[in-house]
T-cell receptor, first 115, second 112 residues
Framework: AQSVTQLDSQVPVFEEAPVELRCNYS??????LFWYVQYPNQGLQLLLK??????LVKGINGFEAEFNKSQTSFHLRKPSVHISDTAEYFC?????????????FGGGTRLMVKP | DTGVSQDPRHKITKRGQNVTFRCDPI?????LYWYRQTLGQGPEFLTY????????KSRLLSDRFSAERPKGSFSTLEIQRTEQGDSAMYLC??????????FGPGTRLTVL
């Protein structure tokens, strides 16, 4: 079984500032890692994913994340945020070997971008 | 490709009533998933289908919940004798066998 911990429930940040949303996971097997974004009253949209290869993954909307196996982390970063990035962000894992497996999500981090 | 669709988007019901939700996956995807998301929490896995076969069910899926995917295309999730604790967003996702899951907009259920 896997578990995901998102260390910050809320992250306030000013527009154009950099941001990092933290994610740590626990698993007895190899995992795939994902970040999804959820805007109010909407479903989840995939930002980026790590399956294998380079540990630095680039996604949509200028986001990137780095897989650190030794620290079991997959933190999400953006060098300069916009008001439109205000949303809930979810880190998720699934068992490696099959990207179609069930996802285990963290509790989410609410990113609040202030003008 | 119109993405994953869910119907209805919102449902308000009285405690004890039965409700049914529908999910239409992306047409070429043969895997379909149901998740439940309560307020302020991340989604929790409920069940998934590969084609018409239901391959896994979470312990969260009590005997009041039933899901079907009769022809391997759309799926329905039925909740019988609803309780206030069933109030949540019900999310559907679909994927190819080794692909990323794409989510629908969700059905928000409110049980009064």
């Amino acid at each position: 079984a896997q578990s995901v911990t998102q260390l910050d429930s809320q992250v306030p940040v000013f527009e154009e500032a950099p941001v990092e949303l933290r994610c740590n996971y626990s698993s007895s097997v190899s995992v795939y890692l994902f970040w999804y974004v959820q805007y109010p009253n909407q479903g989840l949209q995939l930002l980026l994913k790590y399956l294998s290869g380079s540990t630095l993954v680039k996604g949509i909307n200028g986001f990137e994340a780095e897989f650190n196996k030794s620290q079991t982390s997959f933190h999400l970063r953006k060098p300069s945020v916009h008001i439109s990035d205000t949303a809930e962000y979810f880190c998720a894992v699934s068992e490696a070997g099959n990207a179609g497996n069930m996802l285990t999500f963290g509790g989410g981090t609410r990113l609040m971008v202030k003008p | 490709d119109t993405g994953v669709s869910q119907d209805p988007r919102h449902k308000i019901t009285k405690r004890g009533q039965n409700v049914t939700f529908r999910c239409d996956p992306i047409s070429e995807h043969n895997r379909l998933y149901w998740y439940r998301q309560t307020l302020g929490q991340g989604p929790e896995f409920l069940t998934y289908f590969q084609n018409e076969a239901q391959l896994e069910k979470s312990r969260l899926l009590s005997d009041r919940f039933s899901a079907e995917r009769p022809k391997g295309s759309f799926s329905t999730l039925e909740i019988q004798r609803t309780e206030q604790g069933d109030s949540a967003m019900y999310l559907c996702a679909s994927s190819s066998p080794v692909g990323t899951q794409f989510f629908g907009p969700g059905t928000r259920l409110t049980v009064l």
